[in-house]
């Protein structure tokens, strides 16, 4: 069965400690993985897509790497304004579903 | 451009009562999708249309959910004889290519 983690489940950080995100997934064909970024109250923003092992996507103070077994968000030097749900997620076949794992919440205090 | 809007922001219903949540996708988007979130977890898959092909159900939890899209544009998702189980925040994202998706801000549904 398809399976998507993420560790830990609550972050919190000073802001401009840098720090990184997991995610691991076990699944049957990896299609794409994607980081998304939500605040309260609104839905997923997307941040990026990952297709396979070895790609990195950066952005901002944020840089995403993807492993065969996992992807990293890596968030360097962060501010107030990162604080968040990131959630990760893949896909397994065109067109089709995300499978989403439970989140890390990052509160960045000043 | 605009992105994926959803309506009602809020629904509060009745157990037993329908409910109808409304998305409009971006426009010129083939794919749209519905998704639950329910508090504390992480989002469902529910349904995905694209395009003129049979859509893929396979996410919907029970015969009481059901979705409709006309041709490329707006999609009802309908549930009937409401559930307090049912409550949950439901998104709404629309895709060109199939990635990425991009979502809408969601319809909370609280069933007392």
């Known amino acids: 069965e398809d399976q998507v983690t993420q560790s830990p489940e609550a972050l919190r950080l000073q802001e401009g400690e840098s720090s990184s995100l997991n995610c691991s997934y076990t699944v049957s064909g990896l299609r794409g993985l994607f980081w998304y970024r939500q605040d309260p109250g609104k839905g997923p923003e997307f941040l990026f897509t990952l297709y396979s092992a070895g790609e990195e996507k950066e952005k901002e103070r944020l840089k995403a790497t993807l492993t065969k077994k996992e992807s990293f968000l890596h968030i360097t030097a962060p501010k107030p304004e990162d604080s968040a749900t990131y959630l990760c997620?893949?896909?397994?076949?065109?067109?089709?579903?995300?499978?989403f794992g439970s989140g890390t919440q990052v509160v960045v205090t000043p | 451009g605009a992105g994926v809007s959803q309506s009602p922001s809020n629904k509060v219903t009745e157990k037993g009562k329908d409910v109808e949540l409304r998305c409009d996708p971006i426009?010129?988007?083939?794919?749209l999708y519905w998704y639950r979130q329910r508090l504390g977890q992480g989002l469902e898959f529910l349904i995905y249309?694209?395009?003129?092909?049979?859509?893929?159900k396979s996410g919907l939890p029970s015969d009481r959910f059901s979705a409709e899209r006309t041709g490329e544009s707006v999609s009802t998702l309908t549930i009937q004889r409401t559930q307090q189980e049912d409550s949950a925040v439901y998104l709404c994202a629309s895709s060109l290519t199939g990635d990425p998706q991009y979502f809408g801000a969601g319809t909370r549904l609280s069933v007392l």
């Open positions: 997620a893949v896909r397994t076949d065109s067109w089709g579903k995300l499978q």
């Open positions: 426009s010129g988007h083939t794919a």
């Open positions: 249309f694209q395009g003129n092909s049979a859509p893929d």
